[in-house]
Structure formats: C-alpha cells, structure tokens
C-alpha cells in the first residue's frame, strides 16, 4: 500500500478556498485516490475519488498531477460546517469482496474560522 | 434510516470483562469492516468480511472475534478487556466492485478502566 504525508493541521477562514495536499511518492500504477472527511464523534464519510488529472463533484475538487505523487483535495470558499478531519487514502481499486485494506493515516485537521 | 447503524455508542466496562459492540446495515452491500481508532486519530482496518466470510484480518488479538450471522450484521466481540482496547471503533460496508467507498457508523467508543 503507498504511504500518504499530509500536513496534521490547516487554518482558514470562512468564504476562502483551502487545498490540502497529500504526497504519495510510491504510488502504484492501479491506485486510486480517495478522500474522506471525519466530523467529531462520526465516521469518516468518502469526498472524492480520482485516478488522474482533475475530479469535481459538489463538494470539492481533486487535482492529480501527471506523475501522481502527490494529490490536493480542494475546498472551494469553506464554512465553519468545513471544519474536519481530512483523510488522504491511496489504494488498488481492482480488489473487490472486501479485499482492499484502506488504511487511513492520522489525517489532516482543518479548522474554518470567521 | 440511518444506513450503517452500530450499538452501543458509548461502552464503559472493567478490564477483563467479555463485550460486545453490534453492527448492522441496510444498505444492501456484501461487505463490512471493523476498523479501530486510537487517541491520535490512526484509523485502522481490524477485519473485512464480504458475504459473511472472512476477507481481512489484520493482525489483531485472539480476544477479538466477528461475527457475521448474515451480510447485514457483523457484530464484534471483545474478550479479556484489556485498557489498550480503549479506543473508537467504527463499523463500515462497502458496495460491490468500490470497496474504496466506505460508508460508515458513528462509531462505538469503548473505555476500559
């Protein structure tokens, strides 16, 4: 399984744009890249997958550059309701019947202030 | 409804005694994880059962034992609570073919005195 670094903590302010980067330096061909969001006292709940290039849905988007080591989960003009625990994941998405081993680090913590 | 539903949330116990933590969802997939996180936030996988055979089992205690009675339930029991078990454990079941999609409980925190 490829190791994830992202920064344990990020500052912002309500109504700004916030980019947490992961690096994944040995990521391997078939991975994907999945990112999930954890509130106190909940489980994590998934944000946004992508294999290459740029990934958006309604929540945020994923820029993955050409190598791929490294990813930057984007979170377009935040809210206090942001503030989270941010978890960069990196994984074979062929294994299916419960054989992916999702490992999810310690995650980075963003804190949206007013 | 909520989709992936774990009791109790909170489980306060002595070490030594037998426990154990409920899990059910209703989302129609084949499979569930246990996963255990610790003080510092680490979110590990403990087991992965799909259609309620054993996938994953990640070097985790004896004391520890699933139980799936159908591809909806995967109950967890804990024997000889030790105070190293105290930590948040969180239910998850996955869709066929995007086991990266983890859809999780709210989690069961569990301390041992």
């Known amino acids: 399984l490829a190791k994830t670094t992202q920064p344990i903590s990020m500052d912002s302010y309500e109504g700004q744009e916030v980019n947490i980067t992961c690096s994944h330096n040995?990521?391997?061909?078939?991975?994907?890249i999945t990112w999930y969001q954890q509130f106190p006292s909940q489980g994590p709940r998934f944000i946004i997958q992508g294999y290459k290039t740029k990934v958006t849905n309604e929540v945020a988007s994923l820029f993955i550059p050409a190598d791929r080591k490294s990813s930057t989960l984007s979170l377009p003009r935040v809210s206090l309701s942001d503030t989270a625990v941010y978890y960069c994941l990196v994984g074979d998405m062929r294994l299916t019947g419960g054989g992916n081993k999702l490992t999810f680090g310690t995650g980075t913590q963003l804190k949206v202030e007013l | 409804d909520t989709a992936v539903s774990q009791t109790p949330k909170y489980l306060v116990t002595q070490m030594g005694n037998d426990k154990s933590i409920k899990c059910e969802q209703n989302l129609g997939h084949d499979t569930m994880y246990w996963y255990k996180q610790d003080s510092k936030k680490f979110l590990k996988i403990m087991f992965s059962y799909n259609n309620k055979e054993l996938i994953i089992n990640e070097t985790v205690p004896n004391r520890f034992s699933p139980k799936s009675p159908d591809k909806a339930h995967l109950n967890l029991h804990i024997n000889s609570l030790e105070l190293g078990d105290s930590a948040v454990y969180f239910c998850a079941s996955s869709p066929e073919d995007q086991d990266e999609k983890l859809f999780f409980g709210s989690g069961t925190q569990l301390s041992v005195l």
């Open positions: 040995n990521i391997a061909t078939n991975d994907y």
